[in-house]
C-alpha cells in the first residue's frame, strides 16, 4: 500500500463547509508526497450520510468505485441532498506504480436549505407605512427557551442590506453580501457553542441604505430561521415572525450622505439611545414594537434565497502612532489604509457630549486628517454623542481608512483605547504566495499589491472601499486574477462570474452584453471593453482551477457576447467599429483605460479601435476554447475559431504599420497614434508576427508607464510574451515615474485607481475624486511570481508547469505560488557556483525547484552558451553532446535557452 494518504479535502474549495445549497458539490484533494515522479493514476471516493458508514461497501450516499483519472477531483453524483444535512467523505487514490494509498481522513460537509418550502421564517421589520428612509438601522431581538442538550444549532439569515447578529449578548456573525432581492444570498451561522440549555437571546442590528452604486435598493428587511437538534433526537425550529420586537437604533436617519454613488449616511450616533445588554437574556424589551410580518419567505420582493458561499472576517489593527493636535485633537496612524471600522473606548463618557471623528487617507499640513485629499469626494465623518460613563463609539458600514482624527474627546486618550477593526473576505491563506529578492523595491511593490488585493474583497470584488464600493467588472477581473494566485481563493471569484452572468440575463439577453457593474442601484449599464473581457476571465479561471461547472453555466453567456461581436464587424474593413455600448458617456464603444488621463492621449476618434478589437479577438478565441473543452459540435469550434482569425487578420492588415500598431482606423484612413496601449495588447494576445515581435516590444518598452492601473496586465503579458523581464523590473522600481514605486515614494499604501492621484496639474474636482485604495492595480502581484519569480502555472488547475527564470533585472528570487495540486516552491540565484562562491564574469546560475504531486514542469535555465555545463542535484545532464537523464527528469532539450523536463518533486539546478 502506498504511504501517500489523501490530504487537504475541500468540497466547493471550502474545508467543511456548512450551509452549502449545490446540487452536486464539487470535491478536491491532494497528496502531499516528497518522492519524485508521484501522480495519480486512479482514485475512489465514498460518501455516507454518518462517519459510521465511511467504509466501502458501507457508504449509503455515493461509491465512485476505483475511476482512472489524474484529476485530483470530482463532481458528486450519488443519491440527492437533503436540506439540513450533513455528508461525509473519504478518498483514497492509487499512484503510479498503481499501488493503492490509506484512506484519507473523514471530511464533511453540510446543506444548507435546498427548497423554498424548507423556510419556515418570515421577512421582518420595523412598523411603517411602506416610505423608506435611506440610513434606517434597526434592532430585531428575541428570547428563546432551549430545553435540552444542545447537539447541533444553525441559524439560517439574511437582511436587506446588512446584519450583524447577536447572541446571548455577544456579536457573532456579519452578512450578507449586496444582492437583488430575486436573487437574495443568505448564510448560515453555527451557534451551537452560543446557544445555552435555558434561557437565550438572539437579535441582529440591521442596516438599509436604498440604492447605492454595487447596492440595489430592494426593501428593509431580516429573516431568520433557527434550527436546534438536541442530544436526544428532538429538534425545535425557532423563525422570525411576529412575536419578535424591534425598535429604531441609535444613528440618526436623516444624516448627510457621504457621496451620492455609495449613498451611505454619515454615522451619527448617539450613545443614550444604546439599548445596553439588548441581545442578553432577561432584556426588557416590553416597550419595542412588535415586528412586521412581510410574509413568509418566499414573498415580495424576496423570490429567492441563495445560499452565500464567500464571508467577511474581521481583525483588529493596532495604532503605529496616535499625535495630539495643539487644539487638542488627536490623530491615530493605523500605519496603511485598511477598509474598516474605526473603534474609540471612552472611560469616563459625558451625557450628550458630541465628539467629532474623521477618517482619512491623508493628513494636512498642520497635521490633521485632510478633508479632502485623497477621500475621493467622500464626506468620511463620524459624529458620537457620549453616553454618562464607560462607551464605545464603533460606526456600522466600514470605509477605506487609514488616519482617524478624534475632536475634543473629553477625556486623555490612550493608544489602547483606540483602533480599527479591518475588514476583509475570508481566504484560504493570505501568505499563500511569497516573493523575496534581491531588490527591496520590487519585494515592496509585491507587499503592497497583496496588502490590497485581500482589502479589496468586501462580500464582493469592490472598486473601492470608499467611494462607490461596487463591483465593477474590469476591476473583478483584475482582483480575481490576484486573489486566486496568492491566495488560492476560489469562492469570491466564482460568486463574482456568476453574478456577471446574471447581469447578462437581467438586463442583456437579447444584445449579448454584461453589466460594468453588478450588483447595482442604477440598472442597465455596460462598458463594451468590459463585456468582451469577461471570456477571457471565464478561462483563466478555469484554468487555474479546472472549476468546468463554471464553463458550462457560462458557456450560453459566452456564445451570447461572441455573437455581439460578430455584428459589429464592418464588411469592409473585416473590423469591429462603433462597438455599441456606454452609450452616450466617456465609455462609448469603448474605454480604452480609466480614469482619462491614464490613456496617454489614445486617439479614441475612429469607428475601430485597435484596442477593442483585440479584445474581441480574445473574446471570439476564448468561446472557441470553452466550445472544445466543453466537447461542443466541431462546426461551433470552427466558427469561432475562423472569425478569430478573420479579425486578426484584418487587425494585422488594417492596424499594424510595420513595426507599430495604430490606435484606430476607418476604410480609407487610420490615425496617426501609435499608443503604448495599441502596440501592448496585440503584443500580449500573441498576434504580432514573429519577425516584428522585437521592435514592436521595443515600442512598448520605451514608452516606459503610459497604460494604467486597469489595463496594466496587457503591458506586463506584452513583455513577457517578448521576453522582456529588464523592463519589467524597470517599471517596478522606477520611483520617478508612474507606477507602483512612485505610489511607495509618495507614501501611498494601497494601490491606486490612476498613478496621477496626487498630480497637481489635475484639476481638483477630478483629483479629490480619484482614489487612492484601488485594488484593480494589484495584478503586479501575479506579474512579479511570472516573470521575476519565474513560476508560470500551465494545463489546467495545475498541471503542468514552466519554470523559467528571468535572464535579466534581479539576481536572486525566492518563493511559493499555490495551485490546485498544491505549492510550487523556487528559490534561484545568479553568480554563484554550485560550492557557494561568487563568480565574476561568466554564467553561473542555480536554482531550487520544488514541483507539487500530481504535476510535471519544465524547467527554462538562461543560457545560450553551448559550452555551459547544466546539473541536476550535481550530475551533469548537458556536457557538450552528451545528456544525462537523473530520476525524475523526463528529457532534456537544447534550444535557445536549455529546458528540462521533470516529474514532481524537489530539485537542484546548476548551470556553469
Keep these: 500500500m502506498s504511504g501517500n494518504q489523501p490530504v487537504a479535502l475541500r468540497t466547493e474549495y471550502a474545508s467543511t463547509p456548512i450551509g452549502l445549497d449545490a446540487a452536486r458539490p464539487d470535491l478536491r484533494w491532494r497528496v502531499d508526497a516528497d518522492r519524485r515522479g508521484a501522480r495519480q493514476t486512479a482514485f475512489r471516493v465514498l460518501v455516507a450520510s454518518t462517519p459510521d458508514r465511511l467504509s466501502p461497501g458501507e457508504a449509503d450516499c455515493w461509491d465512485t468505485g476505483k475511476r482512472s483519472s489524474d484529476r485530483p477531483a470530482v463532481t458528486y453524483d450519488g443519491d440527492p441532498l437533503e436540506s439540513g444535512r450533513e455528508y461525509h467523505w473519504a478518498v483514497r487514490v492509487w499512484d503510479e506504480a498503481d499501488e493503492p494509498s490509506a484512506w484519507s481522513e473523514p471530511a464533511r460537509w453540510e446543506t444548507g436549505l435546498l427548497e423554498p418550502a424548507d423556510w419556515e421564517a418570515s421577512w421582518i421589520r420595523r412598523p411603517g407605512d411602506g416610505a423608506f428612509e435611506r440610513g434606517r438601522f434597526t434592532y430585531l431581538r428575541r428570547e428563546v427557551f432551549l430545553d435540552g442538550e444542545i447537539e447541533r444549532a444553525?441559524?439560517?439569515?439574511?437582511?436587506?442590506?446588512?446584519?450583524?447578529?447577536?447572541?446571548?449578548?455577544?456579536?457573532?456573525?456579519?452578512?450578507?453580501?449586496?444582492?437583488?432581492?430575486?436573487?437574495?444570498?443568505?448564510?448560515?451561522?453555527?451557534?451551537?457553542?452560543?446557544?445555552?440549555?435555558?434561557?437565550?437571546?438572539?437579535?441582529?442590528?440591521?442596516?438599509?441604505?436604498?440604492?447605492?452604486?454595487?447596492?440595489?435598493?430592494?426593501?428593509?428587511?431580516?429573516?431568520?430561521?433557527?434550527?436546534?437538534?438536541?442530544?436526544?433526537?428532538?429538534?425545535?425550529?425557532?423563525?422570525?415572525?411576529?412575536?419578535?420586537?424591534?425598535?429604531?437604533?441609535?444613528?440618526?436617519?436623516?444624516?448627510?450622505?457621504?457621496?451620492?454613488?455609495?449613498?451611505?449616511?454619515?454615522?451619527?450616533?448617539?450613545?443614550?439611545?444604546?439599548?445596553?445588554?439588548?441581545?442578553?437574556?432577561?432584556?426588557?424589551?416590553?416597550?419595542?414594537?412588535?415586528?412586521?410580518?412581510?410574509?413568509?419567505?418566499?414573498?415580495?420582493?424576496?423570490?429567492?434565497?441563495?445560499?452565500q458561499h464567500s464571508e467577511v472576517v474581521r481583525s483588529p489593527i493596532e495604532p503605529v502612532s496616535m499625535d495630539r493636535l495643539e487644539d487638542g485633537s488627536y490623530v491615530v496612524d493605523f500605519g496603511r489604509v485598511y477598509a474598516g471600522l474605526p473603534e474609540v473606548h471612552f472611560s469616563d463618557g459625558t451625557d450628550g457630549h458630541r465628539v467629532a471623528l474623521r477618517a482619512g487617507y491623508r493628513l494636512a499640513d498642520d497635521g490633521s486628517v485632510a478633508e479632502t485629499e485623497g477621500t475621493q469626494w467622500t464626506d468620511m465623518r463620524y459624529e458620537y454623542v457620549q453616553r454618562e460613563g464607560e462607551c464605545r463609539f464603533r460606526p456600522f458600514n466600514y470605509l477605506g481608512v487609514r488616519y482617524l482624527q478624534i475632536d475634543d474627546p473629553g477625556e486623555v486618550l490612550e493608544p489602547e483605547r483606540v483602533g480599527l477593526l479591518a475588514t476583509r473576505n475570508a481566504v484560504p491563506d493570505e501568505r499563500a504566495a511569497t516573493f523575496e529578492s534581491d531588490d527591496e523595491t520590487v519585494d515592496a511593490v509585491f507587499d503592497l499589491a497583496r496588502h490590497s488585493a485581500l482589502y479589496g474583497c468586501q462580500g464582493q470584488f469592490v472598486d473601492t472601499p470608499t467611494r462607490e464600493k461596487g463591483q465593477f467588472l474590469m476591476d473583478g477581473f483584475n482582483v480575481s486574477r490576484t486573489t486566486t494566485r496568492a491566495f488560492a481563493e476560489r469562492a469570491l471569484s466564482r460568486q463574482a462570474i456568476e453574478e456577471f452572468l446574471r447581469s447578462h440575463y437581467r438586463y442583456w439577453a437579447g444584445e449579448g452584453r454584461l453589466n460594468a457593474v453588478y450588483p447595482n442601484g442604477d440598472g442597465k449599464r455596460d462598458i463594451p471593453d468590459f463585456t468582451v473581457s469577461f471570456p477571457e476571465w471565464v478561462w483563466r479561471y478555469y484554468r487555474t482551477t479546472g472549476d468546468r461547472a463554471i464553463l458550462e453555466r457560462a458557456y450560453p453567456v459566452i456564445t451570447a457576447i461572441a455573437a455581439y461581436v460578430e455584428r459589429h464587424v464592418d464588411d469592409e474593413t473585416g473590423l469591429v467599429a462603433n462597438l455599441s455600448g456606454g452609450e452616450g458617456g466617456p465609455y462609448e464603444e469603448g474605454i480604452v483605460d480609466w480614469p482619462p488621463e491614464m490613456r496617454y492621449g489614445y486617439d479614441r476618434d475612429w469607428p475601430a479601435r485597435t484596442t477593442v478589437n483585440v479584445l474581441c479577438t480574445s473574446a471570439l478565441g476564448r468561446a472557441a476554447d470553452i466550445a472544445a473543452e466543453l466537447d461542443r459540435p466541431d462546426h461551433e469550434r470552427a466558427h469561432y475559431r475562423d472569425r478569430?482569425?478573420?479579425?486578426?487578420?484584418?487587425?494585422?492588415?488594417?492596424?499594424?504599420?510595420?513595426?507599430?500598431?495604430?490606435?484606430g482606423c476607418t476604410a480609407t484612413d487610420a490615425s496617426d497614434s501609435a499608443s503604448q496601449h495599441a502596440n501592448a495588447l496585440p503584443l500580449a494576445f500573441g498576434l504580432v508576427p514573429d519577425a516584428r515581435v522585437d521592435a514592436v516590444a521595443e515600442r512598448v518598452a520605451e514608452r516606459g508607464m503610459a497604460m494604467g492601473p486597469m489595463m496594466v496586465p496587457w503591458l506586463f503579458e506584452a513583455l513577457e510574451t517578448a521576453g522582456r523581464p529588464d523592463a519589467v523590473v524597470d517599471l517596478l522600481t522606477n520611483a520617478d515615474d508612474d507606477g507602483w514605486a512612485n505610489i511607495i515614494a509618495q507614501g501611498g499604501t494601497f494601490t491606486w485607481e490612476t498613478w496621477h492621484c496626487r498630480d497637481s496639474s489635475l484639476p481638483d474636482d477630478q483629483r479629490h475624486n480619484r482614489s487612492e485604495s484601488h485594488a484593480m492595480g494589484a495584478t503586479v502581484l501575479m506579474y512579479i511570481l511570472r516573470t521575476l519569480l519565474g513560476v508560470r502555472p500551465d494545463g489546467v488547475a495545475g498541471e503542468r508547469l514552466e519554470i523559467r527564470p528571468p535572464e535579466a533585472?534581479?539576481?536572486?528570487?525566492?518563493?511559493?505560488?499555490?495551485?490546485?495540486?498544491?505549492?510550487?516552491?523556487?528559490?534561484?540565484?545568479?553568480?554563484?557556483?554550485?560550492?557557494?562562491?561568487?563568480?565574476?564574469?561568466?554564467?553561473?546560475?542555480?536554482?531550487?525547484?520544488?514541483?507539487?504531486?500530481?504535476?510535471?514542469?519544465?524547467?527554462?535555465?538562461?543560457?545560450?552558451?553551448?559550452?555551459?555545463?547544466?546539473?541536476?542535484?550535481?550530475?551533469?545532464?548537458?556536457?557538450?553532446?552528451?545528456?544525462?537523464?537523473?530520476?525524475?527528469?523526463?528529457?532534456?532539450?537544447?534550444?535557445?535557452?536549455?529546458?528540462?523536463?521533470?516529474?514532481?518533486?524537489?530539485?537542484?539546478?546548476?548551470?556553469?
Excluded at 445555552?196 to 437571546?201: H, R
Design 809 to 912: 533585472g534581479l539576481e536572486s528570487a525566492s518563493g511559493r505560488v499555490p495551485t490546485e495540486r498544491g505549492t510550487v516552491a523556487v528559490s534561484w540565484t545568479r553568480g554563484e557556483r554550485a560550492d557557494g562562491e561568487t563568480v565574476d564574469g561568466g554564467e553561473s546560475f542555480r536554482l531550487e525547484a520544488t514541483i507539487p504531486w500530481n504535476a510535471s514542469a519544465t524547467v527554462v535555465l538562461p543560457t545560450s552558451t553551448e559550452d555551459a555545463v547544466a546539473t541536476v542535484d550535481g550530475e551533469p545532464v548537458r556536457d557538450g553532446d552528451r545528456a544525462t537523464l537523473p530520476d525524475g527528469v523526463a528529457a532534456v532539450r537544447n534550444g535557445g535557452r536549455l529546458e528540462i523536463d521533470v516529474e514532481s518533486g524537489t530539485y537542484r539546478f546548476g548551470l556553469e
Design 644 to 663: 478569430q482569425r478573420a479579425l486578426e487578420a484584418a487587425i494585422d492588415d488594417r492596424l499594424r504599420r510595420g513595426d507599430r500598431y495604430v490606435d
Design 154 to 307: 444553525r441559524a439560517y439569515v439574511s437582511a436587506s442590506h446588512r446584519y450583524e447578529l447577536s447572541v446571548n449578548g455577544r456579536a457573532i456573525d456579519c452578512g450578507s453580501s449586496a444582492s437583488y432581492p430575486d436573487f437574495q444570498y443568505y448564510k448560515t451561522v453555527d451557534l451551537t457553542d452560543d446557544l445555552e440549555t435555558g434561557a437565550n437571546a438572539i437579535g441582529a442590528l440591521c442596516n438599509w441604505n436604498g440604492a447605492g452604486q454595487g447596492r440595489p435598493a430592494a426593501e428593509p428587511g431580516f429573516i431568520c430561521q433557527l434550527e436546534v437538534t438536541f442530544s436526544d433526537g428532538t429538534e425545535r425550529t425557532v423563525v422570525t415572525d411576529g412575536s419578535w420586537r424591534v425598535r429604531e437604533a441609535e444613528w440618526r436617519e436623516d444624516a448627510p450622505l457621504r457621496n451620492d454613488e455609495i449613498a451611505e449616511p454619515v454615522e451619527i450616533i448617539d450613545a443614550r439611545r444604546v439599548p445596553l445588554g439588548w441581545s442578553e437574556p432577561g432584556f426588557e424589551a416590553g416597550a419595542w414594537d412588535h415586528a412586521s410580518v412581510v410574509g413568509t419567505h418566499p414573498t415580495e420582493p424576496w423570490e429567492r434565497l441563495v445560499a
